[in-house]
């Protein structure tokens, strides 16, 4: 695993419990908004030593609750069953946060019940991902293979103006139709984007955008959650998060 950077804590990052986030380097993803330029064009070179990310969560285990793995793109790593295997050995539940362009990688990870929870960003109505290098029918396969799992999941998408329109986030919703919980979350200006041109004249839905969007999943009935805005259609109880519980640790302290 080539790491990019390791988060040692964070309680917003998995549901009802401390975890670690590692960030793996490489994307095969283009998001002009992509917050992490450095994980995505660096050639996949590692910035942090895997070594040291080993020694840190050797050190927690058994105080720690979860590591996420995210990136980059984290299924573009070839021993991604590996690292999930160590950290099951080492009691730490995962998540897997993932852009969903690599189905089979996903598939194999969850029929080897070493993911606890996933997120799957849905950033594009899937007929315009090639806008940002990717398939967008491999995405829709991820969106398939984790509602057939029944694995705790949830999808994201970013609402940034003028990539998207209040038109496209209705069809990602329509997509996802309340069989996963989904999360809307405001584009922020990051300190360095992957693509400032598109950062000069990228921002946050206004007011007027929200709400036509509001009414328009309103009218379809599509559940979702804004994170930040006090506004949510709550998912069905069939839909909401249910973990599993904390595997044992090996050799524990
Ligand atoms: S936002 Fe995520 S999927 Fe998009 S380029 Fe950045 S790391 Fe890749």
């Not at 804590?9 to 992490?36: E, W």
């Not at 058994?62 to 980059?72: I, P, T």
């Not at 293979?145 to 609402?159: F, K, N, P, Q």
């Not at 994170?227 to 904390?246: D, H, K, N, T």
Request: glycine share 10%; proline share 7%; charged share 25%.
């Amino acid at each position: 695993m080539r790491c990019g950077g390791l988060q040692r804590f964070s309680l917003a990052d998995f549901p009802g419990t401390d975890a670690a986030i590692v960030f793996t380097t490489g994307c095969n993803l283009r998001c002009p908004y992509c917050h992490n330029p450095d994980l995505v064009t660096n050639g996949g070179r590692a910035g942090v030593a895997e070594a040291a990310v080993w020694d840190f969560l050797e050190r927690r285990r058994g105080r720690l609750g979860a590591v996420v793995l995210s990136g980059g793109e984290a299924l573009l790593q070839p021993d991604l069953a590996v690292v999930c295997r160590r950290l099951r050995d080492l009691g730490y539940r995962i998540k897997l946060d993932t852009n969903g362009t690599r189905p089979q990688a996903l598939a194999g990870l969850l029929e080897a019940s070493l993911l606890d929870y996933v997120a799957l960003d849905l950033k594009l109505p899937l007929e315009r991902y090639p806008e940002i290098g990717g398939d967008g029918r491999a995405v829709g396969q991820s969106l398939e293979i984790l509602v057939a799992a029944g694995v705790a999941a949830e999808c994201r998408s970013t609402v940034v103006h003028p990539l998207l329109g209040a038109d496209d986030l209705v069809a990602i919703g329509g997509l996802i139709a309340n069989r996963l919980p989904w999360i809307l979350q405001d584009y922020r200006p990051p300190p360095r984007c992957l693509d400032q041109t598109f950062a000069a004249t990228a921002r946050p839905f206004d007011d007027a955008q929200r709400d036509d969007l509001w009414r328009q999943l309103d009218i379809l009935g599509l559940c979702c959650r804004w994170r930040g805005q006090e506004i949510s259609r709550e998912a069905p109880p069939s839909v909401r998060i249910s973990l599993p519980a904390r595997p044992a640790v090996q050799n524990g302290r």
